[in-house]
């Protein structure tokens, strides 16, 4: 969703490209390739055309007016799966609004869905594990004010639901099986790599700095070869209350954008009060890897990937065999990251490669005006990581992430999101939603437009190397319209264009698909696109507009590319029906899977 992530906390206002940048016309800066904003609606892509096996590629775009439903373009059909607050265990009654409660929300489905991965079962094609993050509390209306409340606080975090084929061969949850769970802020976890242990994650909730407890805030996230789930810790700092500046963190507590205003949270667990001494706000912002095949397991927070505003988590094996992941943190003016194993991937070695996040090298991307970056490297002792610069050990830079990365000089992004890596050709593309905090005195190479609306750069990468090339895919200028500012194929259509790109995924064939959060943009609705990235480059078409109030996300191809799991955010209700029941319930966040006819 859109929110805080809009107002920037960074400081650094140094990036040797920002003035000479600022001096030039921007139409000499973006020379690529204006849209044509009355062409027809009714084209297919390029990929369509070479007859593609995707049953997706070939549709007429969706209109781009809002309703109550979820719109899709015609021939395509969706069902829910799973909605706020339908049952995860087996003899449950239906979705009570006046009804939920805290015990209740323990074990019914979350809240504000967000990211989902599918895993397909290896053996029966007609099973899988469903993971979902719940990304913020979602409130029903139990008349008691501190149940009601209880029960928002275990909506958060993320649910893992065991789905089988019916004998109509449609997904629907299996309420028997017993990888049903929720996991919620009081889930037991454990910090992992470096700055596990470290003294400044002692409270009275963790005595050692390694026990931890739960997850929320969770936006985007990933999936492994081994079959965990990641999941990204990304806006905790809203749910903090109390003094910020008398805090012992309080230089990283601002770093991050904690306000301490007050929050409900506080009432439900005094972990979320700042001055008790169970505070614990260090151990949020992690990513936090959910092995949804073992329920028992605590989860585990990976500080090794770095404390950021997590975004996602995209993973892939390099050439060498050592895990890398690609991770964003979501605020206008931070930062790209990529993680590299120490250890090799051991292909059916789980045991081990359950290990493979704790250690290794975390880098920070910087961008060149010549098409080339470079990965900086967060090694504690290297360079500017130095104790002069407050740093003790690799722990510190860690929980410190982004003011280490900072002084290593890594390039302000314009609300780095999601990032998608093409099964096909190893690319990678990071998305940018935007920035109107970006002004000409703060421009540079990679987010050159002023008050931007979003951009995707794609990088050509070797993934184990510590450089590589880059380009723009997309640019969204500042409005729908603005022509001077944007790079679209000169054949994508006016409702074809896309601004605030958020989410992206890859479907199985090697196509890649958009979401948008650009809620309350002017005459823009939030939705879901192909974009085609060979042949018409830059080509985006509209498969589908969000019921009005939502956005599109967490987009998730099952594996034969047939069916597309997408999470509906935060719909609104209306008096005479609501997504996605249309009875009497007032609308709610949930799961759906969009099929074609
Ligand atoms: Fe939760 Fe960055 O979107
Ligand atoms: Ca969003
Ligand atoms: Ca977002
Ligand atoms: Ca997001």
Not at 475 to 495: E, Y
């Amino acid at each position: 969703m859109i929110d805080n992530d809009s107002t920037p906390v960074n400081p650094s206002l140094t990036d040797p490209v920002c003035t000479r940048l600022a001096q030039m016309n921007r139409r000499q800066i973006l020379k690529a390739g204006a849209a044509t904003l009355g062409a027809t609606t009714s084209m297919t892509s390029s990929a369509a055309n070479k007859g593609s096996d995707s049953s997706f590629l070939s549709f007429n775009e969706a209109s781009v007016n809002q309703g109550a439903d979820l719109k899709l373009a015609k021939g395509f059909t969706y069902k829910p799966i799973i909605s706020f607050g339908d049952p995860l265990k087996p003899g449950m009654e239906a979705f009570d609004p006046l009804k939920l409660s805290e015990e209740e929300q323990k074990n019914r489905f979350g809240g504000s869905a967000d990211f989902t991965h599918f895993f397909q079962d290896k053996k029966d094609k007609n099973k899988g594990i469903l993971c979902v993050n719940n990304e913020f509390p979602e409130f029903a209306q139990n008349p008691e004010p501190e149940e009601r409340e209880l029960a928002a606080f275990h909506s958060v975090g993320c649910s893992v639901i065991a789905l089988q084929k019916n004998s109509q061969g449609e997904w629907q949850v299996d309420l028997n099986s017993t990888l049903n769970k929720r996991i919620t802020p009081t889930t037991k976890a454990v910090i992992t790599g470096p700055a596990a242990g470290n003294k400044r994650l002692v409270s009275s909730a963790s005595a050692d700095g390694i026990q931890s407890a739960g997850t929320f805030g969770n936006c985007a996230g990933g999936f492994t070869p081994w079959g965990t789930y990641l999941t990204c810790e990304e806006n905790v700092q809203t749910y903090f209350s109390g003094d910020v500046k008398s805090h012992p963190e309080a230089a990283n507590l601002k770093r991050f954008g904690f306000k301490g205003k007050p929050h409900f949270f506080s009432k439900c667990d005094k972990r979320f009060d700042l001055q008790s001494d169970a505070q614990s706000p260090l151990h949020f912002g992690w990513v936090v890897e959910i092995d949804p095949y073992s329920p028992d397991e605590p989860i585990r927070k990976h500080s090794m990937l770095g404390k950021a505003k997590h975004e996602c988590a995209e993973m892939t094996i390099d050439k060498h065999g050592h895990a890398v992941v690609y991770t964003s943190d979501d605020q206008t003016f931070e930062y790209i990251y990529k993680f590299v194993s120490k250890e090799k991937y051991r292909e059916g070695n789980r045991q081990h490669n359950l290990k493979l996040l704790e250690d290794g090298t975390l880098y920070v991307a910087k961008f060149f005006e010549d098409g080339s970056m470079k990965w900086l490297p967060m090694v504690y002792g290297q360079g500017a990581l130095t104790e002069k610069n407050g740093f003790k050990s690799q722990g510190d830079v860690l929980l410190d992430t982004r003011s280490a990365a900072d002084l290593l000089g890594a390039t302000p992004m314009d609300r780095p999101e999601d990032i998608s890596i093409s099964p096909k050709t190893g690319k990678v593309y990071f998305l940018m939603t935007g920035n109107r905090a970006r002004n000409d005195q703060r421009l540079n190479v990679a987010n050159k437009v002023v008050r931007g609306s979003g951009h995707i750069i794609e990088l050509s990468a070797d993934h184990h190397s510590d450089s590589a090339k880059w380009d723009f895919l997309v640019i969204c200028g500042q409005d729908l319209a603005d022509d001077t500012n944007s790079k679209f194929h000169k054949n994508t259509t006016f409702p074809g264009r896309f601004v605030y790109p958020d989410n992206g995924t890859f479907s199985p064939d090697g196509e890649f698909w958009v979401c948008s959060d650009g809620y309350g943009f002017p005459g823009f609705s939030d939705g879901f696109w192909h974009c085609e990235i060979e042949g018409q480059r830059g080509l985006t078409r509209r498969l589908a507009t969000a019921p009005k109030g939502a956005e599109l996300t967490g987009p998730c191809f099952t594996e034969d590319g047939r069916n597309l799991f997408m999470a509906v955010q935060h719909p609104a209700s209306f008096p005479n029906g609501s997504f996605p029941d249309f009875n009497h319930l007032k609308a709610r966040s949930g799961v759906v899977l969009i099929s074609k006819v």
